[in-house]
């Protein structure tokens, strides 16, 4: 029983289809001295796509956490963020830098802590499909290698340690019915201009399209959207105003090929929204879109809207226009008509079976015909009533000419005896 558990889970492991493996973010801590935001030990993570293709650029995220704050920053004070200095094998530049910018919204006194923005850098993907783009931290000792600026005075950090020492992305291209992802740096703001401390808020959103397996011309095509807000500092918050009831998300897909329109726009109802909160993106937003001929549709991340109207929305995220991943799908002719499931028409003549009926026949005896009949009362010769003929007749009979035989054998014995 063992082995046959043994022999079971072997097959449906070697069966079942690969999943394609996330990259593991790679940890990076830094000693940091001066400023604000003076620490021993500051741990950065750098986060990078799942996969990038060939000739295109991808976005690369370096997060800070909370740093404790050895000096009052002041609200409003100016806050940048730079370096994070990667080393890039598969893509250029090489050192890659980080950048990031904002104000700090609540005034922070000695000993609270402050997470500075998150810093984002573009490599240009110079590896071949199927090769991998690698990112190493720049190690070179007593050389600042990030910098946190807070109210014009900057905290200097040298490089400590990495986990993993680096990390490499594969490279292949997208689309194609399968569903890959692509981060997406969205510009958002509040669609009736400014009043919100929140805004304008620049968010990564990993988008995920999952074109249809199969299309054909002249029928609505099924396009499954899905995003994930990248990291917590990362935030899209429901402004003062936002509708609380009955909210919704709408998705636009840029599209081209197949004869299909420009843009598509799906929309999905939000869960609970919390005035101040962050928003909680819908798992799943079904986009549809027609295309009118044959050939292969090419589909982009387009913008997203919040609100209760897709053209009147209250937040409105502008999707970058070039260094977008693409994502595909093949369509195919269509008839008009349903395609109904026949069986086709044998041409080899079979013969056809031979019917056997059986038929059971009841013969009714007349009269005449001997019956056999139990008396009402005993025979006195036992025979058993009218049973049909005696055995004993049969029997002496035969005995009589065996008897017959053997006597005219003897005979002929005799004259053949007498001649010789």
């Given at each position: 029983m063992s082995t046959l558990v043994l022999f079971v889970g072997v097959v449906l492991a070697l069966s079942s289809p690969a999943q394609a493996a996330a990259v593991d973010p790679l940890k990076v801590t830094y000693k940091c001295t001066?400023?604000?935001?003076?620490?021993?030990?500051?741990?950065?993570?750098?986060?990078?796509?799942?996969?990038?293709?060939?000739?295109?650029?991808?976005?690369?995220?370096?997060?800070f956490p909370p740093i404790t704050a050895t000096k009052a920053i002041a609200a409003?004070?100016?806050?940048?963020?730079s370096g994070g200095d990667l080393t890039v094998t598969g893509g250029t530049p090489t050192p890659l830098k980080g950048s990031g910018s904002g104000t700090v919204t609540t005034a922070v006194t000695v000993g609270?802590?402050?997470?500075?923005?998150?810093?984002t850098g573009s490599v240009n993907v110079t590896a071949t499909t199927g090769g991998n783009l690698v990112l190493a931290p720049v190690t070179t000792a007593?050389?600042?290698?990030?910098?946190?600026?807070?109210?014009?005075?900057?905290?200097?950090?040298?490089?400590?340690?990495a986990t993993p020492t680096s990390i490499s992305v594969p490279v292949q291209t997208g689309g194609g019915?399968?569903?890959?992802?692509?981060?997406?740096?969205?510009?958002?703001?509040l669609a009736s201009g400014g009043g919100d401390a929140d805004y304008p808020a620049d968010v990564d959103i990993k988008v995920t399209m999952?074109?249809?397996t199969s299309a054909t011309a002249n029928a609505d095509a099924s396009i499954t959207w899905a995003g994930t807000i990248q990291s917590t500092g990362d935030t899209l918050k429901a402004p003062t105003g936002f509708p609380t009831t009955s909210p919704k998300m709408f998705v636009t897909v840029k599209a081209s090929g197949a004869g299909v329109p420009a843009t598509a726009t799906g929309e999905a109802t939000l869960g609970t929204v919390t005035i101040g909160q962050a928003i909680t993106l819908p798992t799943s937003v079904t986009v549809k879109i027609k295309p009118t001929t044959t050939g292969t549709v090419t589909l982009t991340a387009g913008d997203l809207a919040f609100?209760?109207?897709?053209?009147?929305?209250?937040?409105?995220?502008?999707?970058?226009t070039t260094n977008l991943k693409t994502f595909t799908f093949t369509v195919g002719s269509s008839t008009g008509t349903p395609t109904t499931s026949s069986t086709p028409t044998n041409t080899t003549s079979t013969p056809k079976p031979t019917?056997?009926?059986?038929?059971?026949?009841?013969?009714?005896?007349?009269?005449?015909?001997?019956?056999?009949?139990?008396?009402?009362?005993?025979?006195?010769?036992?025979?058993?009533?009218?049973?049909?003929?005696?055995?004993?007749?049969?029997?002496?009979?035969?005995?009589?000419?065996?008897?017959a035989a053997a006597v005219g054998g003897l005979v002929m014995r005799r004259r053949n005896a007498t001649r010789g």
């Open positions: 001066g400023g604000y935001l003076a620490a021993e030990s500051v741990q950065l993570t750098v986060t990078a796509p799942t996969s990038v293709e060939p000739s295109k650029a991808a976005s690369i995220k370096w997060t409003q004070a100016s806050v940048t963020t609270q802590t402050y997470t500075p923005p998150e810093m007593s050389t600042t290698v990030l910098t946190i600026t807070v109210a014009g005075e900057a905290t200097t950090c040298t490089y400590v340690s019915g399968g569903g890959t992802d692509d981060v997406v740096e969205y510009d958002c703001d999952t074109p249809p609100g209760t109207s897709a053209s009147s929305p209250t937040i409105k995220c502008l999707a970058p019917k056997t009926s059986t038929a059971t026949v009841t013969v009714t005896p007349s009269s005449s015909t001997k019956k056999s009949k139990t008396p009402k009362a005993g025979a006195d010769t036992g025979g058993g009533g009218e049973a049909g003929p005696d055995g004993r007749m049969f029997i002496l009979t035969g005995t009589a000419l065996v008897g």
